[in-house]
């Protein structure tokens, strides 16, 4: 049983950055393909990014200039560094293992809060 683990949201105030990262623990998540989600109050959860055991990418085509999704394979996690927040990027970003690519996700992490204030 795999237990993923997001960690680095936080307040930042807009034209900030933050680096969130995905720590599995039980598995070896070097061979999935991985993906970061999130959800904002009352909308529905919306991909962000997902990146393949090959490291082949897709993003969503609004993000794709500003969030950059990557493994750190010796730690056992996946990272999504997001560059010039803006306060629409507030939301609970969730991780998750792509099952089905690049959005439909077997397992998800608890989620780490980002706020970004105007």
């Known amino acids: 049983q795999v237990q993923l683990v997001e960690s680095g949201g936080g307040l930042v105030q807009a034209g900030g950055s933050l680096s969130l990262s995905c720590a599995a623990s039980g598995r070896d998540i070097s061979y999935w393909d991985m993906g970061w989600f999130r959800q904002a109050p009352g909308k529905g959860r919306e991909f962000v990014a997902a990146?393949?055991?090959?490291?082949?990418?897709r993003y969503s085509s609004s993000l794709k200039d500003r969030f950059t999704i990557s493994r750190d394979n010796a730690a056992n996690s996946v990272l999504l560094q997001m560059n010039n927040l803006k306060p629409e990027d507030s939301a609970v970003y969730y991780c998750g293992r792509v099952v089905g690519w690049p959005d439909r996700v077997g397992s998800w992490g608890q989620g780490t809060q980002v706020t970004v204030s105007s």
């Open positions: 990146i393949t055991r090959f490291e082949n990418t």
